[in-house]
């Protein structure tokens, strides 16, 4: 039976707010409360960092690993200071963690200095939680030299083991995007490596229960309290192929479509360190649940700005899937009317025109795009003529279109798209015209790898690469991809893991491209 969210979207933004803020008046929360164990076992995290603030993350579980801590507040107190033995601790304060946002703590701490690391813990009762490490960008106008970023999605529980994460630990990055697909919400595959509790995901509880599954991975844990993360989502956060407010086709069919995906975004909110005010614009015709404003810039000083995007949320549905069915597939889009359709939006209008904006005042540094998929044109040449994914950017070609002429009407410097979604690894150049081999390179394109989620048949790499020549690389290894800015280049390094199915997995670097300012052309390393 569907579990609807049990708060109108009004309480619930006025909740995620107070108790957001540190000037929280105590209600009827057991300050004292005593825990028979640690309660902060899913960990901390941050994220979604300025070069002043940032957010601190960590929920309350029950430490006898039952399901709920109650209905009752509790009040955590947080700290964040110059150093790890917190003898100087730069803030602290108390917020409150609601049964209703299933005891998760959003702080937003603001006034803070740039370009610094700081060290970070949760209390509550007698209970301390783990140490997390985290850190604001430099100031917008600083010049500043250095910026490594880690990009990562697509991690499905029963298809491996989460310890690539130990070796991500290992980079030194300044922070970590993820990219989508954070959860599955599948029930466990045939073949697992490793079974989830629970079954299809399909209500509030199940969905926060996939999310605590995921963070009980110390490896994934340490991650996050290792860095900062900027998040985005992709279609499995709610349901395989969903596109805006309509539902895909996979798993139990659900009545209300619109409820089960404010569930799923009340779970994503309630695990990841982003905004309270992420919940705060509403969705005209959404009853019970709210928008979540996931797109957002960030700037790392005049060096770098980092632009994350979201495709789901505000897409059209895709079109022509050659079984009369919604959802993804691979069409001709010679017998498909609606293909070019210069209506349909991937983005949506709004996000469209925000970005335009964003491209207009990008000035000469990197801008990072953060976003879900693989945008360059992928064709796969067929004896009944050619065939396209319709899931991803090509199967909204006047978008993307709209988005290459933004870049170009702008001038864009060095635009460098991050993606994820087809779990292989994709290196391209972004082209003015994917059907012209001779038009401009615009940009840069690295797609990344699945942490674990398993990928198809290697020939069509090989035959991708031969019919898609803005394409340099390809390959299905799992692992993540780093990138290091500096004023003068980029070197994105593909590290990918031996084995998923087993924990003590080894990482080795696949490629290392190197990509010079001002010169959209990618080079090996
Ligand atoms: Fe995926």
Not at 306 to 334: E, F, K, T, W
Request: net charge neutral; proline share 5%.
């Amino acid at each position: 039976m569907m579990h609807l969210p049990s708060l109108d979207r009004r309480k619930l933004l006025q909740l995620a707010a107070a108790s957001a803020s540190s000037l929280w008046l105590a209600r009827s929360a057991r300050s004292e409360q005593r825990f028979a164990g640690n309660p902060f076992g899913l960990g901390v995290a941050s994220g979604s960092p300025t070069h002043d603030s940032i957010v601190l993350w960590t929920r309350l579980v029950p430490p006898d690993g039952s399901q709920s801590l109650g209905k009752e507040a509790v009040t955590v107190r947080w700290e964040l200071a110059h150093d790890e033995q917190f003898a100087r601790v730069a803030r602290g304060g108390q917020a409150q963690a609601l049964a209703e946002l299933a005891h998760s703590v959003h702080v937003e701490v603001a006034g803070l200095e740039p370009d610094r690391w700081y060290f970070y813990r949760f209390m509550a009762g007698d209970a301390v939680s783990a140490i997390g490490r985290t850190r604001t960008f430099p100031a917008p106008d600083a010049a500043a030299q250095k910026l490594r970023l880690a990009y990562a999605s697509c991690q499905r529980w029963d298809h491996g083991y989460f310890s690539a994460y130990r070796h991500m630990r290992e980079e030194n990055l300044d922070a970590v995007l993820f990219l989508g697909d954070y959860i599955y919400e599948y029930q466990s595959a045939a073949n697992a490596v490793r079974v989830p509790t629970g079954g299809w995901v399909l209500t509030l509880d199940d969905y926060r229960q996939r999310y605590a599954l995921h963070r009980s991975e110390p490896e994934l844990q340490a991650m996050h309290a290792a860095c900062p993360w900027l998040v985005t989502w992709d279609d499995h956060e709610v349901q395989n192929d969903y596109a805006g407010l309509v539902s895909g086709v996979n798993g139990p069919p659900v009545p209300d479509f619109a409820s089960r995906r404010a569930a799923a975004y009340q779970a994503f909110y309630e695990h990841m360190p982003v905004r309270a005010s992420a919940l705060t614009k509403a969705v005209a015709g959404l009853a019970s649940g709210a928008e979540v404003r996931l797109y957002s810039q960030q700037r790392f000083g005049r060096l770098a700005n980092i632009v994350m995007l979201d495709d789901r949320q505000y897409r059209d549905a895709q079109v022509c899937n050659p079984s009369g069915r919604l959802g993804s597939a691979s069409v001709h889009p010679a017998a498909c009317p609606a293909w070019d359709d210069p209506a349909r939006t991937l983005l949506g209008a709004a996000q469209e025109q925000w970005l335009d904006a964003v491209f207009a005042r990008s000035g000469p540094g990197w801008t990072v795009l953060g976003q879900q998929t693989l945008f360059g044109r992928r064709v796969t040449k067929a004896a009944a003529g050619d065939l396209f994914w319709n899931d991803g950017w090509d199967g909204y070609g006047a978008a993307r279109t709209r988005l290459t002429q933004s870049m170009q009407r702008h001038k864009l410097a060095n635009p460098v798209l991050l993606g994820g979604d087809v779990h292989e690894n994709w290196v391209g150049h972004v082209k003015a015209d994917y059907t012209r081999p001779d038009s401009a390179a615009l940009g840069v394109e690295f797609c990344g790898t699945s942490m674990t989620s398993r990928s198809g048949n290697p020939q069509k790499i090989v035959d991708g690469l031969a019919q898609n020549p803005h394409f340099v690389f390809g390959d299905s290894q799992k692992g993540y991809g780093v990138v290091e800015f500096t004023p003068a280049r980029l070197t994105t390094t593909l590290r990918v893991v031996d084995d998923v199915t087993r924990r003590d997995m080894k990482i080795s670097t696949l490629r290392s491209f190197v990509v010079e300012a001002g010169r959209p052309r990618i080079e090996a390393a």
